[in-house]
T-cell receptor, first 110, second 114 residues
Framework: QKEVEQDPGPLSVPEGAIVSLNCTYSNSAFQYFMWYRQYSRKGPELLMYTYSSGNKEDGRFTAQVDKSSKYISLFIRDSQPSDSATYLCAMSVGNYQLIWGAGTKLIIKP | KAGVTQTPRYLIKTRGQQVTLSCSPISGHRSVSWYQQTPGQGLQFLFEYFSETQRNKGNFPGRFSGRQFSNSRSEMNVSTLELGDSALYLC?????????????FGQGTRLTVV
């Protein structure tokens, strides 16, 4: 079993919909949680960075961390075709390396 | 503010050859880490350097090595290339320890081994 589980999708939704992306993990020592967006043939772009449990909002993006359930989520409001990309979750215990989910391919249909 | 710069962007090498990839971090960032990305395995940690010292290493064979210079620029080297080394190699820079500070990635070097 992988330390971080993420459904690879693809997840296809119509433009304007609310998108929910999720990761589960097994290591209760993870304290730092990140979401990255990666377009084809590009490097990952940091979207959200959170420490411990709670919510964080940035524009159309909201990240949630539930450490008791070992579950993190990224919500995208008013989704746009330009949001079509692969979304990767990453986590760390603070030991110089990130542990990654497999990435979810998101398709926003105009 | 310039981002993370990786060179070259694309490389084609033959089995058995060696290759050196370069990464220039964001100005002021002292930590550089390297990842390999493949369709089958996803993103896997190679190693991390801070102030010229390797602080952590992933589960890769000794053919994969790296170093960091006093100006924080980093290089990784892969010797005796194998077909399975074909991947996107990504470099990330951060102010401090990766994980408890934000990590920013470059565009990657796409290595193809033939």
């Amino acid at each position: 079993q992988k330390e971080v589980e993420q459904d690879p999708g693809p997840l296809s939704v119509p433009e304007g919909a609310i998108v929910s992306l999720n990761c589960t993990y097994s290591n209760s020592a993870f304290q730092y949680f990140m979401w990255y967006r990666q377009y084809s043939r590009k490097g990952p772009e940091l979207l959200m960075y959170t420490y411990s449990s709670g919510n964080k909002e940035d524009g159309r993006f909201t990240a949630q961390v539930d450490k008791s359930s070992k579950y993190i989520s990224l919500f995208i409001r008013d989704s746009q075709p330009s949001d079509s990309a692969t979304y990767l979750c990453a986590m760390s215990v603070g030991n110089y390396q990130l542990i990654w989910g497999a990435g979810t391919k998101l398709i926003i249909k105009p | 503010k310039a981002g993370v710069t990786q060179t070259p962007r694309y490389l084609i090498k033959t089995r058995g050859q060696q290759v050196t990839l370069s990464c220039s971090p964001i100005s002021g960032h002292r930590s550089v880490s390297w990842y390999q990305q493949t369709p089958g395995q996803g993103l896997q940690f190679l190693f991390e350097y801070f102030s010229e010292t390797q602080r952590n290493k992933g589960n890769f064979p000794g053919r994969f090595s790296g170093r960091q210079f006093s100006n924080s620029r980093s290089e990784m080297n892969v010797s005796t290339l194998e077909l399975g080394d074909s991947a996107l190699y990504l470099c990330a820079s951060s102010l401090g320890r990766v994980g408890d500070t934000e990590a920013f990635f470059g565009q990657g070097t796409r290595l193809t081994v033939v």
